[in-house]
């Protein structure tokens, strides 16, 4: 029995330590064109000035630990899908594709999210960044935490959002509270603005209020971490088996899939986490002729960090929102729940 494990982020990894667990690490192969695995949701720290080395694990490390085979190469889902056996030089019984998600543009003379992973350069930039004038292009968790970091090394600010408030796939509170503290960080927000270009030191924007037009702004560096976009991105069942195949050997993990049922699917560490000891759980029971269980996982919360001394977030609901220290706390205590994890703690039953 082999299987393969296309990506391995934090979906991938949490599939490859679950099959470990269930016995089956040494029949498991993850793929992956890197050979770090990365804690992404921990990457904005390097505006702090730490380096990317904290934020990282090397798979062949990991692979020790949990006892599965680290394929350092990259994988065409296409040619995946088209011919399996060809593209990973090998015949596998169960296939989970657990590729996540990469910044949808990358406009010229910008910084993305997936530069700063690939790119030691853009890392030392970042992490040295200091009394610049630096614009954030958008207002989600990412772009959020990014600017508070900049905000607190001395940098001047401008955070731009194309919606009307701050973190905008989240219940409004939680906006509000982050508005409320980017103004007592000096933080310019402008939102319902439209990012255009970066060029000779300007960036332009266009705001989309009524009576609103083109502006241009001075910038010494541009972050531009909009969202992320999943390509490809794959139906599931409830089980994480992908719906349109009928040889049934290929299932989906992380922010690259969505699966049907209750269970949740935002694109977090936390949901890529579930879903990964899912689909392992789900891959052994179908090679064993066992029954399923249905992915059901329930959303317990999400934080986001607003610098060294601030936080805001909810547990359990959206409409319990709360910030400030015990938020603060709460983030801190999720990274180090997931970095106990990468050690071999069993802290995600």
Same mark, same amino acid.
């Given at each position: 029995?082999?299987?393969?494990?296309?990506?391995?982020?934090?979906?991938?990894?949490?599939?490859?330590?679950?099959?470990?667990?269930?016995? %089956?690490?040494?029949?498991?192969?993850?793929?992956?064109?890197?050979?770090?695995?990365?804690?992404?949701?921990?990457?904005?720290?390097?505006?702090?000035?730490?380096?990317?080395?904290?934020?990282?694990?090397?798979?062949?490390?990991?692979?020790?630990?949990? =006892?599965?085979?680290?394929?350092?190469?990259?994988?065409?889902?296409?040619?995946?899908?088209?011919?399996?056996?060809?593209?990973?030089?090998?015949?596998?019984?169960?296939?989970?594709?657990?590729?996540?998600?990469?910044?949808?543009? =990358?406009?010229?003379?910008?910084?993305?999210?997936?530069?700063?992973?690939?790119?030691?350069?853009?890392?030392?930039?970042?992490?040295?960044?200091?009394?610049?004038?630096?614009?954030?292009?958008?207002?989600?968790?990412?772009?959020?935490?990014?600017?508070?970091?900049?905000?607190?090394?001395?940098?001047?600010?401008?955070?731009?959002?194309?919606?009307?408030?701050?973190?905008?796939?989240?219940?409004?509170?939680?906006?509000?509270?982050?508005?409320?503290?980017?103004?007592?960080?000096?933080?310019?927000?402008?939102?319902?603005?439209? %990012?255009?270009?970066?060029?000779?030191?300007?960036?332009?924007?266009?705001? =989309?209020?009524?009576?609103?037009?083109?502006?241009?702004?001075?910038?010494?560096?541009?972050?531009?971490?909009?969202?992320?976009?999943?390509?490809?991105?794959?139906?599931?069942?409830?089980?994480?088996?992908?719906?349109?195949?009928?040889?049934?050997?290929?299932?989906?993990?992380?922010?690259?899939?969505?699966?049907?049922?209750?269970?949740?699917?935002?694109?977090?560490?936390?949901?890529?986490?579930?879903?990964?000891?899912?689909?392992?759980?789900?891959?052994? !029971?179908?090679?064993?002729?066992?029954?399923?269980?249905?992915?059901?996982?329930?959303?317990?919360?999400?934080?986001?960090?607003?610098?060294?001394?601030?936080?805001? *977030?909810?547990?359990?609901?959206?409409?319990?929102?709360?910030? *400030?220290?015990? !938020?603060?706390?709460?983030?801190?205590?999720?990274?180090?729940?997931?970095?106990?994890?990468?050690?071999?703690?069993?802290?995600?039953?």
């Amino acid at each position: 029995m082999k299987i393969a494990v296309i990506g391995g982020g934090y979906a991938g990894i949490a599939a490859a330590i679950e099959l470990n667990r269930l016995g %089956f690490g040494r029949q498991t192969t993850l793929f992956d064109k890197r050979l770090r695995h990365q804690k992404i949701t921990q990457w904005h720290k390097l505006a702090r000035g730490r380096h990317a080395e904290h934020y990282e694990v090397a798979f062949n490390h990991l692979a020790e630990r949990f =006892n599965f085979n680290f394929a350092h190469r990259g994988v065409s889902i296409d040619a995946l899908l088209a011919d399996s056996d060809n593209e990973l030089a090998g015949n596998f019984d169960a296939i989970i594709i657990a590729q996540g998600s990469h910044t949808p543009a =990358n406009p010229p003379g910008v910084l993305t999210l997936d530069q700063l992973r690939d790119d030691h350069a853009s890392q030392h930039l970042v992490m040295n960044m200091t009394g610049k004038n630096i614009a954030v292009i958008g207002g989600g968790p990412t772009g959020v935490q990014f600017a508070f970091e900049f905000a607190a090394r001395g940098n001047e600010v401008d955070l731009y959002e194309a919606r009307d408030r701050l973190l905008p796939t989240f219940d409004s509170a939680l906006g509000l509270s982050a508005v409320a503290a980017a103004k007592r960080k000096n933080i310019s927000l402008h939102l319902m603005t439209e %990012f255009l270009e970066f060029a000779g030191g300007k960036i332009v924007c266009r705001n =989309n209020t009524a009576g609103g037009g083109v502006e241009k702004r001075d910038a010494d560096h541009v972050l531009f971490v909009p969202g992320v976009k999943s390509t490809p991105a794959f139906t599931c069942d409830q089980f994480g088996r992908l719906e349109y195949r009928s040889d049934r050997r290929f299932y989906a993990a992380g922010d690259n899939s969505y699966f049907s049922g209750r269970g949740l699917n935002t694109k977090s560490a936390q949901a890529a986490v579930r879903k990964g000891q899912h689909v392992a759980r789900t891959v052994i !029971a179908d090679l064993e002729g066992k029954p399923v269980e249905e992915y059901a996982y329930p959303e317990l919360g999400y934080f986001v960090s607003l610098g060294t001394d601030d936080a805001v *977030g909810y547990l359990l609901s959206q409409k319990t929102a709360f910030s *400030g220290r015990a !938020a603060l706390f709460m983030k801190e205590m999720i990274e180090r729940q997931y970095n106990l994890y990468l050690q071999g703690f069993p802290v995600y039953p």
